[in-house]
C-alpha cells in the first residue's frame, strides 16, 4: 500500500475545491536557536557556559513542510579542539523526521568557538535547540 503524504493529500483536495493551497501560503519557517550545557555533559570538567557559535547555517527545510504550530528538536553536538561539530545526535525528536534533519544537517556545519580550560583547548559536547515557528505570508493580490 503506497504511503501518502497528509499536506499533499489535503492540498490535492483543496485544488479539486478550487481553493488556494495551504502550502502556496506558507513560507519557511522562522528558526530560533539555544545553545547551552548540562551539568554532567562534560564530566572530566565543568563548563559554566556553553560556547559562543562563530559560523551557522540555517536549517533548510524541505519545500513541503507545513508547520502549523511552533516545533523542536534537541541536539547533542560534540566539538573537537578547535569548535569544529564532529559528531551531532538527536537528544529528543521533534516528531517529524524532515525537521529532525534538516537540523542535524545545518548543525553539523556550524562552529563554535574552542571550549579553554586552563589555558587547554578540549573537546567539550552542546545542547542546541531549534525551534521552527509557522510563518504566513499574505495571500497574493
Known amino acids: 500500500m503506497p504511503h501518502f503524504n497528509t499536506a499533499l493529500a489535503l492540498n490535492f483536495v483543496l485544488m479539486l475545491l478550487g481553493a488556494t493551497p495551504a502550502m502556496a501560503m506558507a513560507a519557511d519557517p522562522q528558526v530560533s536557536t539555544e545553545v547551552f550545557v548540562e551539568r554532567g555533559d562534560n ?35 560534540q566539538l573537537d579542539e578547535l569548535g569544529h561539530v564532529s559528531n551531532v545526535m538527536v537528544a529528543r525528536s ?48
Not at 57 to 73: E, H, I, N, R
Not at 94 to 107: C, H, K, P
Not at 110 to 138: C, I, K, M, N, S
Request: glycine content about 4%.
Open 43 to 77: 564530566p572530566t570538567f565543568e563548563l559554566q557556559q556553553a560556547p559562543a557559535i562563530e559560523y551557522s547555517t540555517a536549517p533548510t527545510t524541505p519545500p513541503d513542510t507545513f508547520l502549523q504550530a511552533p516545533m523542536q528538536v534537541l541536539l547533542v553536538a
Open 94 to 141: 521533534s516528531g517529524l523526521r524532515e525537521m529532525d534533519r534538516a537540523a542535524l544537517n545545518a548543525v553539523d556545519k556550524w562552529r563554535f568557538d574552542p571550549v579553554v580550560v586552563e589555558g587547554v583547548a578540549l573537546h567539550a559536547r552542546v545542547r542546541v535547540r531549534l525551534t521552527f515557528a509557522p510563518t504566513t505570508e499574505a495571500p497574493p493580490g
